[in-house]
């Protein structure tokens, strides 16, 4: 079973509608699927309001749990708690933060925004997480990204290192923006395996943590 939290549609940045995307998780294989749009204050509302739409189709046809989420995208640090407020109050039933990742100029701070906001569920590709940030999203149970991306992927590594001395939980996803970034069975263990987990810890990921991180999501 393949569950993928962090995805994008033609809504922001991806190549597919969001029921396109659906279709064609559900098609290899896929039991999840988290469309989280990148977004600010210009498109919130509509993006959520659209996701809803589609991931409400999808449950009502095919056998997929498909989410409603945003990842709220190169934001003023600051801004990022109210923000991720105002996304649950709108209808998302996920909330992922872009973070500090190695490939792109996020203003610095925005990490520890994240992972001090109780309306966050997930820090995306967190790039050189600090001890503290990763104690902190231990703490406050949100979620911290391993990922596929090119370029985001590069700090996987580390990021592992610090989220298991902090005792945090872990995602592995595909932030994919294409059908052809979609996980086939077996990736993801790949991607766990290659930032340097052992295999107990890549089963957790892929086992318990997904459902975990489903029924904090209120599936």
């Given at each position: 079973m393949i569950y993928d939290f962090h995805t994008h549609t033609f809504l922001s940045d991806g190549s597919h509608s969001p029921i396109e995307l659906i279709r064609l998780a559900d098609v290899s294989?896929?039991?999840?699927?988290a469309l989280t749009d990148h977004v600010s204050y210009s498109n919130i509302d509509e993006v959520i309001s659209s996701l809803a739409r589609d991931c409400e189709l999808a449950r009502k046809y095919w056998d997929i749990i498909a989410i409603p989420g945003v990842e709220l995208t190169n934001v003023p640090a600051k801004s990022i708690n109210e923000m991720a407020k105002y996304a649950k109050e709108q209808g998302a039933r996920m909330v992922a933060v872009h973070g500090e990742s190695i490939a792109e100029s996020v203003e610095p701070g925005t990490n520890l925004e994240a992972v001090n906001s109780k309306y966050v569920d997930m820090l995306a590709h967190p790039g050189f997480i600090t001890e503290q940030e990763a104690v902190s999203a231990s703490r406050n149970d949100i979620y911290l990204e391993l990922t596929s991306r090119s370029g985001h992927c590069l700090s996987n590594g580390h990021v592992a290192r610090a989220g298991v001395m902090a005792g945090a939980k872990f995602l592995i996803n595909s932030d994919a923006h294409d059908y052809h970034d979609l996980y086939r069975e077996g990736y993801q263990e790949k991607i766990?395996?290659?930032?340097?987990?052992?295999?107990?810890?890549?089963d957790e990921i892929l086992g318990q943590n997904c459902k975990r991180f489903l029924k904090k999501l209120l599936y």
């Open positions: 294989g896929y039991s999840c699927i766990g395996i290659g930032a340097g987990l052992d295999r107990k810890q890549v």
